[in-house]
């Protein structure tokens, strides 16, 4: 509670001084509840719950260059208990719902946004990174908490092109004492607009460096985006390829991912798309936003995966959505295992199937706008498992339903 006071105090005398100097602070907020039933999705438990997430963007704009973003975020599972220090080497559970006990206030977003002119930009805080399909590197908005990143970002924009170089801290293990080495992530992401058919042409180049167990492991990843809107045709592709020190086989380090879409012109709105994806077996997600594309149950990770994909939406009634997608998962390399959501996980030993038939998932989704500043949302997802996972882990059929109300105010 204490913390919670202090934290408000802040933002009042912030205000304060702002405004009395004609500067008013503005106010957004974003508000989502969900519930969710997660069967075996991790191909062992059965969960259900809610999740609430409540994030107020208090903005300062302090001149026409400069502005302050603070962004706090309330994130939880409904009713779930917390673990607070009872002593230096013991937690104990905390009851958080009708206790007197609150859960504690989180910090989403806090950066400070310089722009000297039109064309450059610099960003310093904690942020969100994400770019093209978030394949690669995603704010992973579906979590509960999502995900944002310490450090700085620069653009340079020459209209309607642009590129962006960036530095975060992942892990520091030196702030207090001598420690074995940090954790960082660096990167140049630019785009190109050349022209209807090259919309987007994205080239980027990631560096991750790890020092963190006191042996230097280096990744760099190069990679190329493409995507449009064509009048009625859509498409993107994507590929990535790396190499380094942390890869173990070099050759199997990649990904690629692709998909074309057609959109009839009609009142429906009756969108048909169908795509590919191939990860090596030692390819390395980095932080992708998974819920995307490779089905909403969440239960593989991009790495020795591949497969096709084919979805459909439709537009039945204004404000109302209706999404289906089938998704089909092989292993890459029958000389290694298939890996769960995190992309580290192995699923199953690597022989302990001589099939590469992981499985299925097919799901269904709907969406309707409320009002203007409410959507409700829901779906469900359904895994068959192949031979590859039922020789291992047995009759496993893991199922995903989810009941959601989001808002923008």
Known sequence: MKKH?????????????QASRGETPTFKAQFRMRAESSQRTDYSSIRDFMLLRIRPDITWKASDKLTLLLQPQFAKTLGAPVFVGSSTTANTSQT??????DTELGVHQAYLNYQPSEDVQFRLGRQILSYGDELILGALEWNNVGRSFDGAKARFSFSPHWVDLFYSKLSENNSTTSGPGDNDFAGIYSHFNLNQWLEEVQLYFFYLRNQSTGTLSELFSVGLRLHANVSNVDYRIEGTKQFGSATTTAGT???LDGEVGYTLTNLSKLRLAAGGFLAGATYNQMFPTAHKWLGIADVLGRRNLAGFEANASVVPLPDFKIGASYHLFVRADSSASAFKLNGATALGAAGGSASNAIGSELDVTLSYVLDEKLNLAGGAGFFFAGQYV????????????????????
């Open 5 to 17: 006071l202090v934290f408000f105090a802040v933002l009042l005398t912030i205000a304060l001084s």
């Open 96 to 101: 958080t719902s009708g206790a007197t006990f």
């Open 253 to 255: 380090a990649y990904q």
């Open 390 to 409: 039922t020789d291992q882990l047995g009759s496993v059929g893991p199922t995903f339903f989810f009941l959601q109300a989001a808002s923008q105010l």
